[in-house]
């Protein structure tokens, strides 16, 4: 359930232009995917120039990539706050609302990015839309996957329970969860949408990230086009 689309160079221009907003002595939250794996090589090359801050990864690819880029790491429970996140994203609309969770680490994403002074999503422009239209991934307790099931097909969700694509079974999170894939259609009030989701017992949390970006920069051909929540 990976997101393609946009070209390298626009993604590197909105994450190598988020990475100026780090500043000496910050807590920085490290995001999950192409785009925010820009930030995070850009973050290694300020930090080998002088830079002092602390990166909290939100997966177990943005903290390899993270040690590799020479970025000293701390957990959430060893900092007292996060200044400011990186993160991309699925999805963004008008609003900046947004679907994350193509990486299936939406879970812990949501937790570093809600915890941020300041969060920006970098993009391509193909993922900024009128209205969001993905469906929404769902991290769930394995026993409880055919009861989310069912609590989300009466909310109107086409459910489909996310694959693994080079091993038989289904794809497990780094808490150990599932993830359902859950298509709505057309996502009119993302607000109402997310509470529900969050309601139902047995999900751990689901992709919908709403009033929590504050930024969005996106990456073009010729600059990096900033938006902020209107």
């Not at 055919?146 to 808490?175: C, I, M, S």
């Amino acid at each position: 359930m990976k997101t393609t689309g946009g070209t390298d160079d626009q993604k590197r221009r909105a994450a190598e232009r988020a990475a100026e907003l780090v500043s000496d002595g910050d807590v920085v939250g490290l995001g999950t995917g192409s785009t925010a794996a820009h930030a995070i090589r850009a973050i290694g090359r300020m930090v080998a120039d002088g830079l002092d801050v602390r990166g909290v990864p939100t997966s177990f690819d943005s903290r390899a990539l993270a040690r590799e880029a020479g970025i000293p790491l701390r957990s959430l429970d060893e900092i007292d706050g996060v200044d400011v996140a990186i993160d991309g994203a699925d999805q963004l609309d008008r609003n900046l609302a947004a679907i994350k969770g193509g990486g299936a680490a939406h879970a812990r994403e949501k937790v570093v990015d809600a915890a941020a002074d300041r969060f920006v999503v970098v993009a391509d422009p193909t993922k900024v839309v009128e209205t969001l239209s993905r469906s929404v991934p769902v991290e769930v307790l394995p026993d409880a996957r055919a009861a989310v099931e069912r609590d989300v097909a009466d909310l109107g969700g086409d459910v489909t329970l996310r694959r693994a694509e080079r091993k038989d079974g289904p794809v497990v999170t780094d808490n150990g969860n599932l993830v359902l894939d859950c298509e709505f259609g057309t996502v009119d009030d993302p607000d109402g949408l997310a509470q529900d989701l969050s309601r139902l017992p047995g999900v751990v949390e689901h992709g919908l990230f709403v009033d929590l970006v504050d930024e969005a920069y996106v990456g073009t051909d010729d600059g990096v086009d900033v938006r902020t929540r209107e």
